[in-house]
Nanobody, 114 residues
Framework: QVQLVESGGGLVQPGGSLTLSCAASGFTFSRNAMSWYRRAPGKERELVASIINTERSTYYADSVKGRFTISRDNAKNTVYLQMNSLKPEDTAIYYC???????WGQGTQVTVSS
């Protein structure tokens, strides 16, 4: 069965950095575009970043462009989200998803606060 396991969240001060990981299994990872979403308290889930097959095929929401970097390691079936210059408004639960599949992981909490 499809499994998506996010990790790497935590509490960080404004301006800090975190790297999220998502380990995928149960489908052909290398053939799927992957995305990171987030849901902030009281808000709808939003798309943060997507990667098709290489770092040259990426999409970023305007709110994270220039601060976040999505990457993938097909040998490890893992997608990453490097987050720099974090802001309090980045506080959310972060989820990864295979674009073509209707499954979600449990998410990982990111809290940006001093």
């Amino acid at each position: 069965q499809v499994q998506l396991v996010e990790s790497g969240g935590g509490l960080v001060q404004p301006g800090g950095s975190l790297t999220l990981s998502c380990a995928a299994s149960g489908f052909t990872f290398s053939r799927n575009a992957m995305s990171w979403y987030r849901r902030a308290p009281g808000k709808e889930r939003e798309l943060v970043a997507s990667i098709i097959n290489t770092e040259r095929s990426t999409y970023y929401a305007d709110s994270v462009k220039g601060r976040f970097t999505i990457s993938r390691d097909n040998a490890k079936n893992t997608v990453y989200l490097q987050m720099n210059s974090l802001k309090p408004e980045d506080t959310a639960i972060y989820y990864c998803k295979a674009n073509s599949l209707p499954f979600w992981g449990q998410g990982t909490q990111v809290t940006v606060s001093s």
